[in-house]
């Protein structure tokens, strides 16, 4: 009983002595809180404002509105719309790198800056550089934008490059999705397109619009709407006029129907989209049976492959010879072959820690693939 | 009792024990950046110094922001250290800590955005760095205010100058770069290897062999081989 009242003692000093600090510890740590919340709050909207403004100079005013994970700016001069400018965060090495892409009214990127990335110093971070970002300017959402194809990776950072390049491609999406419409791509060669029933989909007034185009000769014949949510009564006009109207105009880009015009306009970006991905060149040509030799020049000196083509595909790629590294470029050596002939494109994702050899590899493949076309 | 423990750091300082207060700050800032350096003959505080020191700018800003935590907590440890109980005192000590280094983080985010992104997830940790609390624990709560901040200070600058001289050498190796210029032109491939982390441990390693040699050498010729 003696002890009970001096422990409790104890306790209540303990109690008592860390309570008193974490009240002063809680107080002063709320107080430099509320003095530099406003200053950070401040300072991240004007970063993403000046890379706002650095990938769309032209614009003396901007308009922000949310479209999924992307911020989008609208551009203006006076009251006219001149691009648009998209903040966007794919996933890099370290982190989201988050970046501005500016737009223009065609659809061709000014800009592209990086507003924050925690990306490896030395390597990740050289994504700033001009010779990067400039291979980005002009490009357009027809074109692929994938290291090896259209963009040349930074060595020894794949995968933050890739990451990069994903993030101007969600930007493209975006303007395709948000601004398109009035700025949409330009239309699809009809004549070019092989026959078959292609689909297609694009996001109407209430979810997305799924359409099969039938090709016959050359010609749109058909287009059919597979499926939509639009409100039955307002798109019904549009559901019924558009498609008559684009196989009449064989055209993609035909006037919208007054009252249902998002429908209208997803209806002729889906068909847009299904004749997208077949334009000459994303079909592979015809290729002849054979086994043909290309070669690529890789990290060490020039990369010789055998190309094996079987039924008009490629049946195996094999590396002859090289002088690459050899632990080093051992994964693209095993893997890019593989990937190649499973895509059966040359347009595959570089191993990371191995660009050059994995695009001596696809180049070498591209050189044999032009001589089985011969 | 009070007495005795009032001893033990005198007597752990070396000669300084009786000298005049300004000698034993002179004498506790010394200790610090030389004969105690933490990073160095210490060895505490490892994680920042391999994974934050991949340029001279982050290495001296985390330098700095884990001496102003160390410089405000020995402070405030030394003064309330007498009325803490023993029973609480290192959740006192981490609470304090953790709470000058919520401080500097909001400060630096407000106030030096770059260096403060840059620097992410080590600012945070500092709470955890073994240097801060050893010293609350070792120096600070059984010294006067003074002398514990004497003792922030050296050991500040002593784990400062460790984290900046790293960031010297990897930036010059693996990017190139003195401090902010480029000096080796872009035909000169630098040495990537020594960004990444292995090339960390590499630098801290001949950098700790380096403090050996040279206080093993001034050992030497004051006669009292080790």
């Known amino acids: 009983v003696e002890g009970g009242g001096v422990v409790i003692k104890d306790i209540a000093r303990l109690m008592l002595v860390l309570t008193t600090i974490c009240v002063v510890a809680a107080a002063s740590v709320a107080a430099t809180e509320a003095m530099t919340t406003p200053l950070i709050l401040d300072r991240k909207a004007n970063e993403q404002i000046a890379a706002v403004k650095q990938v769309l100079p032209e614009a003396e005013r901007f308009e922000n509105e949310q479209h999924k994970d992307v911020t989008v700016y609208r551009g203006f001069v006076g009251d006219n719309l001149v691009g648009s400018a998209f903040i966007v965060a794919p996933q890099g090495y370290n982190g989201p790198i988050r970046m501005a892409v500016g737009v223009d009214l065609d659809g061709k990127i000014v800009d592209v800056t990086v507003i924050q990335q925690d990306e490896t110093p030395g390597l990740g971070t050289r994504l700033s550089e001009a010779r990067f970002i400039n291979q980005f300017k002009g490009k357009s959402g027809a074109d692929t934008l994938r290291a090896g194809a259209d963009i040349q990776a930074i060595a020894g950072a794949t995968i933050s490059s890739n990451a990069f390049a994903r993030g101007v491609k969600t930007a493209l999406d975006s303007h395709k999705a948000v601004v398109a419409g009035d700025t949409g791509p330009g239309p699809v060669e009809v004549g070019q397109v092989p026959d078959g029933v292609y689909r297609g989909q694009a996001d109407g007034f209430a979810g997305p619009v799924v359409v099969d185009v039938k090709m016959e000769g050359g010609r749109i014949a058909a287009v059919t709407i597979v499926e939509q949510n639009e409100t039955p009564a307002v798109s019904a006009p549009a559901r019924e006029k558009i498609p008559a109207l684009i196989v009449e105009k064989q055209s993609a880009e035909v006037d919208a129907v007054a009252g249902a015009t998002l429908t209208s306009k997803a209806i002729m970006a889906a068909v847009q989209n299904a004749l997208a991905g077949t334009a000459p060149g994303a079909a592979p040509a015809a290729l002849n049976d054979g086994v043909y030799q290309g070669q690529g020049e890789g990290f060490a000196g020039p990369i010789t492959v055998e190309v094996t083509i079987t039924g008009g595909k490629m049946a195996a790629v094999k590396i002859l010879q090289h002088s690459e590294t050899p632990a080093i470029s051992a994964p693209a050596r095993e893997q890019i072959p593989a990937l190649i002939v499973e895509t059966q494109s040359t347009q595959v994702d570089a191993v990371a820690g191995a660009t050059y050899t994995s695009e001596g590899i696809a180049a070498a493949v591209e050189d044999a693939l032009a001589k089985a076309k011969q | ?226």
């Open chain 2, 1 to 226: 009792v009070a007495v005795v423990e009032k001893e033990l750091p005198g007597a752990s300082a070396g000669t300084a024990g009786r000298a005049p207060l300004s000698v034993q700050m002179i004498g506790d800032i010394k200790r610090g950046i030389i004969d105690e350096n933490p990073a160095l003959r210490l060895v505490l505080g490892m994680c920042p110094t391999l994974a934050v020191t991949t340029s001279f700018i982050n290495g001296l800003g985390l330098g700095l922001a884990t001496m102003a935590v160390l410089i405000c907590s020995n402070i405030i440890i030394s003064l309330i250290g007498p009325y803490v109980p023993s029973k609480v005192r290192i959740p006192s000590y981490i609470v304090i800590i953790a709470s000058f280094v919520t401080v500097v983080d909001m400060m630096m985010a407000a106030y030096t955005p770059d260096l403060h992104r840059v620097l992410g997830i080590f600012v945070p940790l500092i709470t955890v760095n073994c240097i801060i609390l050893g010293r609350a624990e070792a120096f600070a709560s059984k010294n006067s205010v003074l002398r514990a901040l004497a003792d922030g200070v050296g050991m500040g600058l002593g784990f400062t100058f460790v984290m900046a001289t790293m960031g010297i050498i990897r930036g010059l190796l693996g990017m190139g770069m003195l401090i902010d210029w480029q000096v080796l032109p872009d035909s000169i491939p630098p040495l990537l290897f020594f960004i990444l982390p292995p090339g960390a441990f590499l630098v801290l390693g001949y950098l700790i062999g380096l403090a050996n040699h040279i206080s093993a050498s001034a050992e030497a010729r004051r006669g009292r081989p080790q």
